[in-house]
């Protein structure tokens, strides 16, 4: 395949996908690593992608958000394994709070039975999991909720988690990076995010490799907020060392 005809594939995925992996469309194209970040570069100089951590986004698309469903559905297994290693974090009793992250729902999910727990969230994916359960106590944050993350957000919500103190908090991000921080294209949601950042002792960030370096609009959290971050093995040495350099404790699933 000649690189035109293989920039041009690449445009029509990106196009489709959103998205470009370096890795896995190297190995689906049977070329090196450095060919597809070479094509990757002539299609930022013709202004169809930004490349971050990973691969590519396409440029259109820098600040859609997709929806629950679809986000759920990219890097699944990642995901689950991902929430797998952040149960070891979850305390046997005390105050925990999720976020509307599609990977704090997964462990929301595997809480086992048996833990003395007071839950604090805005997601109703998580509320509607854990609410029929009587091992723990669910508190609901109000707010306007929003369709594409089934999040409450607004003055209700940043009203109630001003005069909370909450032992643990895990969090989902749409990127997250050394430089910017955790960031996410919704301001609203973002300011929700900031003040249960806030009202956390410890927090907790999940988050698949393919999002470290792909800065959104809004910065709920610095990195020098943020304890741990859980991610899967897929994150390079080089961002385990950037992250280490912060202060932040990683786990690889």
Same mark, same amino acid.
């Given at each position: 395949?000649?690189?035109?005809?293989?920039?041009?594939?690449?445009?029509?995925?990106?196009?489709?996908?959103?998205?470009?992996? %370096?890795?896995?469309?190297?190995?689906? /194209?049977?070329? $090196?690593?450095? =060919?597809?970040? +070479?094509?990757? &570069?002539? @299609?930022?100089?013709?202004?169809?992608?930004?490349?971050?951590?990973?691969?590519?986004?396409?440029?259109?698309?820098?600040?859609?958000?997709?929806?629950?469903?679809?986000?759920?559905?990219?890097?699944?297994?990642?995901?689950?394994?991902?929430?797998?290693?952040?149960?070891?974090? %979850?305390?046997?009793?005390?105050?925990? /709070?999720?976020? $509307?992250?599609? =990977?704090?729902? +997964?462990?929301? &999910?595997? @809480?086992?039975?048996?833990?003395?727990?007071?839950?604090?969230?805005?997601?109703?994916?998580?509320?509607?999991?854990?609410?029929?359960?009587?091992?723990?106590?669910?508190?609901?944050?109000?707010?306007?909720?929003?369709?594409?993350?089934?999040?409450?957000?607004?003055?209700?919500?940043?009203?109630?988690?001003?005069?909370?103190?909450?032992?643990?908090?895990?969090?989902?991000?749409?990127?997250?990076?050394?430089?910017?921080?955790?960031?996410?294209?919704?301001?609203?949601?973002?300011?929700?995010?900031?003040?249960?950042?806030?009202?956390?002792?410890?927090?907790?960030?999940?988050?698949?490799?393919?999002?470290?370096?792909?800065?959104?609009?809004?910065?709920?959290?610095?990195?020098?907020?943020?304890?741990?971050?859980?991610?899967?093995?897929?994150?390079?040495?080089?961002?385990?060392?950037?992250?280490?350099?912060?202060?932040?404790?990683?786990?690889?699933?």
């Amino acid at each position: 395949m000649y690189g035109a005809e293989r920039q041009q594939l690449l445009a029509q995925q990106v196009r489709t996908d959103g998205r470009i992996d %370096v890795t896995a469309t190297s190995e689906q /194209l049977g070329v $090196a690593p450095e =060919t597809i970040r +070479r094509d990757l &570069a002539a @299609l930022e100089r013709q202004g169809l992608v930004r490349r971050v951590y990973g691969g590519a986004i396409l440029l259109e698309r820098l600040d859609f958000e997709p929806a629950v469903n679809e986000r759920d559905r990219t890097r699944s297994a990642e995901k689950d394994r991902i929430a797998r290693a952040a149960l070891d974090l %979850v305390p046997q009793r005390g105050t925990v /709070l999720f976020d $509307a992250g599609t =990977t704090s729902s +997964r462990l929301a &999910a595997l @809480l086992p039975q048996g833990r003395d727990l007071t839950i604090v969230t805005n997601s109703l994916p998580v509320a509607s999991q854990l609410a029929t359960r009587t091992d723990v106590t669910v508190h609901m944050l109000g707010g306007r909720i929003r369709p594409a993350t089934l999040a409450t957000v607004e003055s209700w919500a940043l009203h109630v988690l001003a005069g909370l103190t909450v032992d643990i908090g895990f969090f989902g991000t749409n990127g997250f990076s050394a430089a910017r921080g955790c960031t996410t294209p919704d301001t609203a949601e973002s300011a929700v995010k900031a003040a249960m950042v806030g009202a956390c002792r410890r927090r907790v960030l999940l988050s698949d490799h393919s999002k470290y370096g792909d800065d959104q609009f809004a910065r709920f959290a610095t990195l020098g907020e943020i304890d741990v971050v859980v991610t899967d093995s897929g994150l390079d040495e080089q961002a385990v060392a950037e992250l280490n350099e912060a202060a932040i404790e990683v786990v690889l699933a």
